[in-house]
């Protein structure tokens, strides 16, 4: 690691809740959104789809194709929008959905239409308020002086959010406010925990009373999901609500009585630490010459020295090397803020036959062999290695505005033959030409290709999934957008 790094301990509650039932057991349970039935007298800019898309470049823009199973809200300048409420109602409740932002949009879910959490495109923000994507909106007293009016507000720990037309997920754990027989309250209400794109964002915050905006100022120990729908364009699906499952108290005691505190690595400045890193999955896959590299910017990605190959890009805080350093350690970190995977490590750059060739899946015949990496004026590495007789210089730069990375292969002294590099794969890769784009892995991430000199990029079949293939003409160069 270089001394840049900065390192610090820091105190640790672990969640008391944890994953959510997979059956829905709640009043509401899986929502279905065939039509608008579950829903009191919704607006005019409320419907049902089949999918949506953004265009990064419009404000307030969503594109819908016609099915179902998505809610979208679509206001415009004539009809301004009106926010939706579900019939049914809930107390504690685990509550998860997937939602798309418009660019530029504003929206928000209430639980019990009382305590906001904060939808908003907040992609470029790097230390996120509580009127940011996630944050629990303020409260709000009009008596107070001007610049005290708004209290109570919570921010989430990072920003994970995903770009505009990206699905992001939430996952909240909400505990309802107690009353007792007279209607008295006798407890508040409490956010036990709050995800972000797999991002613990908030942990057992009190909410003493409703945030601003709320249907009523009064509480009970019930209410509607509301969704926003006066400020911009935004779409949901899977929306779920269960029964807030009850930890086991020895679990909950264990935690308390065994706190570890974790080791985080911060990027102040430009900085890269080398572990190993494992990848999900089944069976897990260990990445042993990893090297991850933190940006002040605050997206991150880890190359692996063995294949010449970028396994993930995240965005948040740096890493989290807590198992390698904890106790007598196992030598790997791990991403600690919104990590996007790119699948099993394969190697960047084959030859191929043709287009429709299968990938190699070892070294085998390529003379591959890493040659480390060198660092510019501002201590980010260029990664080198020979292949095929080849040299490769692999530059990787996080992008000045935060959205994403940018990547330029550079191949000196090609020997001949038809050398591809494989650039995406997922469930789906479909052209987006709105936004002059890839859009990838059921909209996952963005792929841009900034400069393949004439070369036409090729989507093909690879075990039951898709790939991004281009030939290789000397250089290559794209971005990921997520």
């Not at 994970?160 to 008295?184: C, E, I, N, T, Y």
């Not at 909950?252 to 080398?274: F, M």
């Amino acid at each position: 690691m270089r001394n840049k790094a900065a390192l610090f301990c820091a105190g640790f509650l672990a969640p008391l809740y944890l994953q959510a039932q997979t059956a829905a057991t709640s009043p509401a349970g899986s929502m279905p959104l065939t039509d608008l039935s579950a829903f009191k007298n919704p607006g005019k800019t409320w419907q049902i789809v089949g999918d949506v898309s953004a265009n990064l470049g419009k404000d307030n823009n969503l594109s819908t194709s016609k099915g179902t199973n998505v809610l979208v809200n679509l206001p415009d300048k004539k009809n301004h929008g009106a926010d939706l409420y579900t019939t049914a109602e809930h107390g504690d409740a685990l509550l998860e959905f997937d939602y798309m932002m418009a660019k530029g949009s504003n929206s928000g879910v209430y639980l019990q239409g009382r305590y906001e959490l904060q939808l908003l495109d907040s992609w470029n923000v790097k230390t996120p308020k509580a009127s940011d994507n996630g944050g629990i909106y303020e409260r709000w007293d009009d008596s107070k002086p001007e610049g005290q009016k708004g209290y109570e507000g919570y921010p989430p720990r990072q920003n994970a959010s995903r770009a505009p037309g990206l699905w992001q997920h939430m996952k909240v754990a909400f505990q309802a406010p107690k009353f007792d027989g007279s209607g008295k309250k006798i407890q508040n209400a409490r956010m036990l925990s709050v995800e972000l794109n797999g991002v613990l964002i908030h942990e057992n915050l009190e909410l003493l009373g409703p945030t601003r905006g709320a249907v009523a100022n009064d509480e009970k120990a019930t209410g509607p999901l509301r969704f926003q729908g006066d400020h911009g364009a935004i779409a949901f699906r899977n929306i779920s609500i269960s029964n807030l499952p009850a930890a086991p108290q020895e679990q909950a005691n264990s935690r308390r009585n065994n706190p570890v505190d974790p080791i985080l690595v911060e990027a102040p400045t430009n900085t890269i630490l080398r572990s190993f890193m494992d990848i999900p999955g089944q069976p897990r896959t260990r990445v042993v010459h990893a090297v991850s590299v933190g940006s002040p910017q605050k997206v991150h990605y880890t190359y692996d020295l063995d294949k010449g190959a970028v396994i993930q890009v995240w965005r948040g805080n740096f890493l989290d090397a807590t198992p390698m350093w904890h106790d007598r350690g196992d030598g790997s970190s791990r991403p600690a803020g919104m990590v996007q995977r790119f699948g099993l490590p394969k190697f960047a750059l084959a030859k191929l036959g043709s287009a429709q060739a299968a990938w190699m899946a070892d070294s085998a015949g390529t003379s591959f062999r890493p040659k480390g990496y060198t660092l510019d004026e501002n201590d980010q590495p260029t990664f080198t290695y020979r292949i095929y007789g080849a040299t490769v210089l692999d530059a990787i730069r996080v992008l000045d505005n935060g959205q994403g990375i940018h990547r330029e292969i550079t191949v000196q002294n090609p020997a001949g033959g038809d050398l591809y590099a494989r650039l995406a794969e997922g469930s789906s890769i479909e052209e987006d030409k709105s936004n002059g784009a890839y859009v990838v892995d059921g909209k996952a991430y963005y792929l841009r290709l900034d400069d393949a000199k004439g070369t036409k990029p090729v989507v093909r079949d690879a075990d039951g999934r898709k790939e991004l293939v281009v030939p290789v003409k000397g250089k290559v160069g794209y971005s990921i957008l997520f």
